[in-house]
């Protein structure tokens, strides 16, 4: 089972760190991801981590302004949001996510199961 | 605009069977069997449904199945029911990223 939380309003430039608590399974024996729907809108993979947290990887649109992490001690993980954006408001998911290491790179190869979602607004 | 592209709705009849495609290129879903599918009810999380392309996850009804011929994948739902009315998004690996289609709205009616 997958909990989020930390989501709410925040103004544009600002910060926020969302959290995922696990629970039901050995937290560091996977990887995980957070992905992301903007309201009315699809889904959209943001980052993730191996189960150590020593890797981790990002798409294109959050890298430099995004940073995942973990705690396995807490089975938690985390994704520290600044510099937010008004398209950045969404519903956050994580997601339990085995990744796929190929020459082209590293990316989750699909995601199970998932939290219920954290929502983040960015507004002034 | 999403990466893959799906058709936003289709619809069906109980009973009947529906097929929805999701189109990408040779860089993401024709070079990997890394397709998966997604169900989702409004309000709540999306549910995997297929992995891997034909894979289906544990308690998962078998009137779901998924296929690929070259950069184009599909899900086909058999016996629809009332309760498949939902959004289903198709997903592929691409390299340095993981991508969604558009989503697909499922009418049954």
């Known amino acids: 089972q997958l909990l989020e939380s930390g989501g709410g309003l925040v103004h544009p430039g600002g910060s926020l760190r969302l959290s995922c608590a696990a629970s039901?399974?050995?937290?560091?024996?996977?990887?995980m991801s957070w992905v992301r729907q903007a309201p009315g809108k699809g889904l959209e993979w943001v980052s993730g981590?191996?189960?150590?947290?020593?890797?981790?990887y990002y798409a294109d649109f959050v890298k430099g302004r995004f940073t995942i992490s973990r705690d396995n001690s807490k089975n938690t993980l985390y994704l520290q949001m600044n510099s937010l954006r008004g398209e950045d408001t969404a519903v956050y998911y994580c997601?339990?996510?085995?990744?796929?290491?190929?020459?082209?790179?590293?990316?989750?190869?699909?995601?199970?199961?998932w939290g219920q979602g954290t929502l983040v607004t960015v507004s002034s | 605009q999403s990466a893959l592209t799906q058709p936003a709705s289709v619809s069906g009849s109980p009973g009947q069977s529906i097929t929805i495609s999701c189109t990408g290129t040779?860089?993401?879903?024709?070079?990997?069997?890394?397709v998966s599918w997604y169900q989702q009810h409004p309000g709540k999380a999306p549910k995997l449904i297929i992995f891997e392309v034909t894979k289906r996850p544990s308690g998962v009804s078998h009137r779901f199945s998924g296929s690929k011929s070259g950069n184009t994948a599909s899900l086909t739902i058999s016996g629809l029911q009332a309760e498949d009315e939902a959004d289903y998004y198709c997903c592929s690996y691409a390299g340095s990223s993981t991508e969604f289609g558009g989503g697909t709205k499922l009418t049954v009616l």
């Open positions: 981590t191996d189960g150590s947290g020593g890797i981790t």
């Open positions: 997601a339990r996510a085995p990744v796929y290491i190929a020459v082209a790179g590293r990316a989750p190869k699909w995601f199970d199961p």
């Open positions: 040779s860089s993401d879903v024709g070079s990997y069997n890394l």
């Open positions: 039901e399974f050995t937290f560091s024996n996977y990887a």
